[in-house]
T-cell receptor, first 115, second 113 residues
Framework: GAVVSQHPSRVICKSGTSVKIECRSL??????MFWYRQFPKQSLMLMAT?????????EQGVEKDKFLINHASLTLSTLTVTSAHPEDSSFYIC???????????FGSGTRLTVV | AQSVTQLDSQVPVFEEAPVELRCNYS??????LFWYVQYPNQGLQLLLK??????LVKGINGFEAEFNKSQTSFHLRKPSVHISDTAEYFC???????????FGKGTTLSVSS
């Protein structure tokens, strides 16, 4: 149980275009989901906390207009990278915490390459 | 603010040798601590977690960790590693708001024959 599905696993896009990444909780409801970014050989940096039915909470230094987060249902959160540039190339991972369980389930990640 | 320090960026070991991956945390309040493993181009898999109770926590794949409050440490150990244990290991703490995890920088465990 407690599976988080993230899609797509890999995406290549042209500079200036937008890319949407989906994160779904398959067998539980997630009122809160988390989005992380990971650079090569580095740790996961929290970008934002996504809250169902309300605005996301962004960490300091993360551009909210560039990284749009939508959490319209209890099982789906999306991250849209708008007007992507090569420096946005990274590994993006979502996470959720099933209610009542002190553990976090992670998606399999999305490798974004902007060319 | 809470933080996590993983003291070793890389740990090379031979197969069947014991290994310890070190993790220290800083926090002025009670914490929940976690160890995750990440294989290349994949998400994170939970190895074990400390919430309360016994300070020795056993996880999957033969790993265990010991919570030491006086030393603010949560070191990960395995008595005998396999080639398949080669991966990136992350120590994490739950933050003050009690929501997202804060991660250490990771330790690359390389097991060779």
């Amino acid at each position: 149980g407690a599976v988080v599905s993230q899609h797509p696993s890999r995406v290549i896009c042209k500079s200036g275009t937008s890319v949407k990444i989906e994160c779904r909780s398959l067998d539980f409801q997630a009122t809160t989901m988390f989005w992380y970014r990971q650079f090569p050989k580095q740790s996961l940096m929290l970008m934002a906390t996504s809250n169902e039915g309300s605005k996301a909470t962004y960490e300091q230094g993360v551009e909210k207009d560039k990284f749009l987060i939508n959490h319209a249902s209890l099982t789906l959160s999306t991250l849209t990278v708008t007007s992507a540039h090569p420096e946005d190339s990274s590994f993006y991972i979502c996470s959720a915490q099933p209610t009542g369980i002190y553990g976090y389930t992670f998606g399999s990640g999305t490798r974004l390459t902007v060319v | 603010a809470q933080s996590v320090t993983q003291l070793d960026s890389q740990v090379p070991v031979f197969e069947e040798a014991p290994v310890e991956l070190r993790c220290n945390y800083s926090s002025s309040v009670s914490v929940y601590l976690f160890w995750y493993v990440q294989y290349p181009n994949q998400g994170l898999q939970l190895l074990l977690k400390y919430l309360s109770g016994s300070t020795l926590v056993k996880g999957i794949n033969g790993f265990e960790a010991e919570f030491n409050k006086s030393q603010t440490s949560f070191h990960l150990r395995k008595p005998s590693v396999h080639i398949s244990d080669t991966a990136e290991y992350f120590c994490a703490v739950r933050n003050q708001a009690g929501t997202a995890l804060i991660f250490g920088k990771g330790t690359t465990l390389s097991v060779s024959s």
